[in-house]
């Protein structure tokens, strides 16, 4: 698992990381099952704070790619693989429509008549 930091990003460091897990879920990189090496060592090696990382794991937690056993382990959740795929995908709507010039509220109307 490779992950890379860009200080000068406009992007949150937390956000960097948690974009680059998801999309080596997507990717087939982390595959279902498999449990990610320990936070403070991750952290260690690209010389970012543990509870940075851990943001991180949070969000993909939340969205349902992640989870976090308190003292035993980051795996990947079983359904990770399929919606790690979505949610970048829906991520990448939404950039485009936000360059497009489309308000949030513009943007969820769209989906909601697409629902």
């Given at each position: 698992?490779?992950?890379?930091v860009?200080?000068?990003?406009?992007?949150?460091?937390?956000?960097?990381?948690?974009g680059?897990?998801?999309?080596?879920?997507a990717?087939?990189?982390?595959?279902?099952?498999?449990?990610?090496?320990?936070?403070?060592?991750?952290?260690?090696?690209?010389g970012?704070?543990?509870?940075?990382?851990?943001?991180?794991?949070?969000?993909?937690?939340?969205?349902?790619?992640?989870?976090?056993?308190?003292?035993?382990?980051?795996?990947?959740?079983?359904?990770?693989?399929?919606?790690?795929?979505?949610?970048?995908?829906?991520?990448?709507?939404?950039?485009?429509?936000?360059?497009?010039?489309?308000?949030?509220?513009?943007?969820?109307?769209?989906?909601?008549?697409?629902?």
């Amino acid at each position: 698992m490779l992950l890379k930091v860009d200080p000068a990003s406009p992007q949150s460091i937390h956000e960097q990381l948690a974009g680059q897990l998801r999309a080596s879920i997507a990717g087939g990189d982390l595959v279902a099952g498999e449990k990610l090496p320990p936070a403070r060592e991750i952290a260690g090696s690209l010389g970012v704070n543990v509870h940075t990382l851990l943001r991180a794991f949070t969000t993909l937690r939340d969205e349902g790619l992640l989870e976090v056993r308190r003292g035993r382990g980051t795996v990947v959740t079983d359904k990770a693989p399929l919606q790690a795929g979505v949610v970048e995908r829906a991520r990448a709507l939404v950039a485009e429509a936000r360059r497009a010039g489309l308000t949030n509220e513009e943007i969820r109307q769209t989906l909601e008549v697409e629902l």
